[in-house]
Structure formats: C-alpha cells, structure tokens
C-alpha cells in the first residue's frame, strides 16, 4: 500500500503561484512508479494535470496548463512537487496526487486516471479575481 498525502493549497490571486507537495510513505514503494497529479475543479469531472516518472525525468503536462506548471520529485525525500504559476480562475479545483506502480513512459497511460493505483484526499486551489 503507498500512502500519499498532499498540502500547499489554498487562497491565491490570479497571476499568482503556489507550489503543491505530495508526501508518498508505503511498504510497496519503489523507484520504478509514475505519480501524477490530478484537479476536479468545482462542478466538473477529473482531469489531468501532470505526471512524471519517479525513477526519470520524462514529464507530460495537460495542454491547459503547459508552461505555467512544473512537475518534479526528489526521490529521498519520497516527495513529488507541482509549481503552479500564472494561476487563472479555471486553475481552481482540487488537486490530487496519484500513484501508478508501474513506469509509464507514454503521455496516453500517463494522463489516464485509470492507470493509477493510489490517490491522495486532495488539496483546495481557489484562484481568484
């Protein structure tokens, strides 16, 4: 079982930033998983937002947020990071960070929801005008 527990979220204005941690612990963690993270924003369905290859540096992020976030992982510390910046309105959502057991290496099994094993409780983003 990985346990993942996500923090930094909260208030920020528009054109502001926020940076999002996900704290991964579990007997079953290696270095060979993929973590992503995930928002539903208020009212709509889950969506991609990014993932990243624990053992690697392949990176795929959702169209809609390209060149503003910034995914990484620092694997002693077991932790994967989302930097948020340019935060618009519709960045507002709850964010998740998930877990795949295995490591994907193509931007479709990356950004499926189905493909992840274990999922944090979220973090409220509320962007604001």
């Known amino acids: 079982q990985v346990h993942l527990v996500e923090s930094g979220g909260g208030l920020v204005q528009a054109g502001g930033s926020l940076r999002l941690s996900c704290a991964a612990s579990g007997r079953t963690f290696s270095n060979s998983m993929t973590m992503g993270w995930f928002r539903q924003p208020p009212g709509k369905e889950r969506e991609f937002v990014s993932a990243?290859?624990?053992?690697?540096?392949?990176?795929y992020y959702a169209d809609s947020v390209k060149g503003r976030f910034t995914i990484s992982r620092d694997g002693a510390k077991k932790m994967v990071y989302l930097q948020m910046n340019n935060l618009k309105a519709e960045d507002t959502a709850v964010y998740y960070c998930?877990?795949?057991?295995?490591?994907?290496?193509?931007?479709?099994?990356?950004?499926?929801?189905?493909?992840?094993?274990?999922w944090g409780q979220g973090t409220q983003v509320t962007v604001s005008s």
């Open positions: 998930a877990v795949d057991r295995s490591v994907s290496y193509t931007s479709a099994t990356m950004s499926t929801e189905g493909e992840y094993d274990y």
């Open positions: 990243i290859n624990w053992d690697g540096g392949i990176t």
